[in-house]
């Protein structure tokens, strides 16, 4: 479909925040006016959080559109790039309602352009230890380089013993993740209303309330017998969007004490999110 965009809207693609990701008064204003043109569904999950499924039934479940509204991933946390965001809310592509999932911490800069358009983020809280043992499995079997965050895959891992994997999960991916948690659990207490906190036990027992409660947030509410077909109609494919089993407990399992110690310690004493210790690392 041929898009155009208005003059104001073509400066704004090329219009650059603060460094530290601000926007003046003027601009400002234009994304907030544009950002109430339209929703917009924002799945901020980590990875081995439900998210890929959970985006897959929401795009059934309003008849969305999947974008990528990054510039790029290759191994790093997602940024969210202005000009898509202009793309959709001025130049109106895509025509149905954009559904995107990004592993995305909710840093300054990031949370300066979510308020900018009044985006509703949802994120979901599972327990840190088994979204690292099930990324432990991915990786086993599938090391492209966009698996990773912010650092780089050993080229010798699958050679690794467990113990080494174990240790490089922990260490390497482990910061990521608790500063994930500490980001968006902080944004979500400092801006009520902002944030939708998904847990991943109410994931499991209620899929389609889950996904109800979603897009309810995003401002696409749909009646929960639709979301239970959404999630029906996904739930057959399952294996295609990463879903294993969700066993709660994995973690413990897979990795020693000390690895989970040192888990406690980056969650509860660095970053004091102790009031959510029995979702984020339970006992």
Same mark, same amino acid.
């Given at each position: 479909m041929p898009i155009s965009f208005d003059l104001e809207a073509s400066n704004a693609v090329f219009s650059l925040p603060t460094i530290t990701g601000e926007f003046d008064a003027q601009f400002g204003a234009y994304l907030r006016n544009l950002g109430a043109r339209r929703p917009l569904v924002m799945f901020a999950f980590p990875p081995k959080a439900a998210g890929t499924f959970l985006?897959?039934?929401?795009?059934?479940a309003i008849d969305g559109q999947l974008?990528?509204?990054?510039?790029a991933q290759g191994g790093r946390d997602a940024t969210p790039y202005l000009p898509i965001f202009i793309l959709y809310y001025a130049g109106?592509?895509?025509?149905s309602t954009l559904v995107t999932h990004l592993h995305m911490q909710a840093l300054p800069a990031n949370r300066?352009?979510?308020?900018?358009?009044?985006i509703k983020p949802i994120v979901m809280i599972r327990d840190v230890a088994d979204m690292l043992a099930?990324?432990?499995?991915?990786l086993n079997d599938d090391q492209a380089s966009d698996n990773w965050l912010n650092c780089q895959l050993p080229k010798n891992f $699958? #050679?690794?013993?467990?113990?080494?994997?174990?240790?490089?999960?922990?260490?390497?991916?482990?910061p990521w993740y608790a500063s994930y948690y500490a980001t968006w659990l902080t944004y979500a207490q400092e801006t009520p209303g902002r944030v939708c906190v998904l847990r991943y036990k109410d994931f499991?027992?209620?899929t389609a309330a889950?996904?109800? $409660? #979603?897009?309810?947030?995003a401002g696409v509410e749909r009646p929960l017998a639709h979301c239970q077909k959404a999630v029906d109609a996904v739930w057959q494919e399952r294996q295609e969007h990463r879903f294993n089993k969700g066993v709660a407990g994995r973690g413990r399992q897979r990795f020693k004490p000390h690895h989970i110690e040192r888990l406690e310690r980056m969650l509860f004493r660095h970053y004091g999110l102790s009031q959510y210790r029995d979702d984020l690392l339970a006992r």
């Open positions: 985006r897959v039934a929401a795009v059934e974008m990528r509204v990054t510039h109106g592509f895509p025509t300066f352009l979510i308020d900018a358009f009044n099930s990324y432990w499995d991915m $699958t #050679a690794m013993n467990d113990d080494d994997k174990g240790d490089f999960l922990i260490d390497m991916m482990g499991l027992n209620d889950t996904l109800a $409660t #979603a897009l309810r947030h």
